[in-house]
């Protein structure tokens, strides 16, 4: 994720010769998150809602194709947030959750930086914030639980039993639910010649 200090967050686009602005605190990119994750859900209304959620002139979209409400999805997470819901994988070892780990997050980031996260609703971009949780101190509770996650357990020797029931205690009450993840799909391929028409300001 590029970030500079000399970096501004516009955070529009011309669409069909309308700038279209975009909400992107880190509330809002978090409740996105949660509703890719609702399987009450379909793809296709998972689409619809995200754009309502992000795009804050949403009625100059509304009636565009949903092929194209896909297109302009995926635009958004490539081309501001970095992120390709195309290429999304699960692969690896999960070892945060931002729903499930909520509270111990906010209370890393209020002992870390004093900052209310609720208090930083609409506020907050979510680049500032990423930016902020990932350097959180190895000292936080989040990055101690996030090391207990990861450790492997040792190999048993006549030594360390009481070490290694610990340390399986302390991973059973840190584990993570594993639900089935889906993101949005993508309904077909072309992206690429829509993507075309879409320029980014600033």
């Not at 669409?15 to 978090?30: K, P």
Request: charged fraction near 35%; aromatic fraction near 12%.
């Amino acid at each position: 994720m590029t970030f500079l200090l000399t970096s501004t967050f516009d955070d529009c686009f011309e669409y069909r010769g309308e700038t279209i602005h975009l909400d992107l605190s880190f509330d809002n990119i978090l409740r996105v998150f949660e509703l890719f994750n609702d399987q009450m859900f379909s793809a296709y209304e998972k689409i619809e809602v995200a754009l309502e959620m992000l795009v804050r002139e949403h009625d100059l979209i509304e009636k565009v194709e949903l092929e194209e409400k896909n297109a302009l999805l995926l635009y958004i997470f490539r081309e501001f947030l970095d992120m390709d819901l195309e290429k999304h994988s699960e692969s690896g070892e999960k070892v945060f959750d931002f729903e499930q780990d909520a509270g111990i997050i906010f209370a890393s980031f209020f002992r870390a930086y004093h900052i209310d996260l609720f208090e930083q609703h609409g506020k907050l971009h979510w680049k500032k914030f990423m930016q902020l949780f990932q350097n959180l101190d190895d000292k936080s509770k989040f990055k101690e639980i996030v090391n207990i996650r990861q450790m492997d357990l040792p190999k048993s020797d006549k030594h360390n039993a009481e070490y290694r029931k610990q340390i399986q205690k302390m991973k059973q009450i840190y584990a993570l639910n594993k639900p089935t993840i889906r993101t949005v799909e993508s309904i077909d391929k072309k992206w690429d010649a829509i993507a075309q028409s879409l320029k980014p300001r600033g």
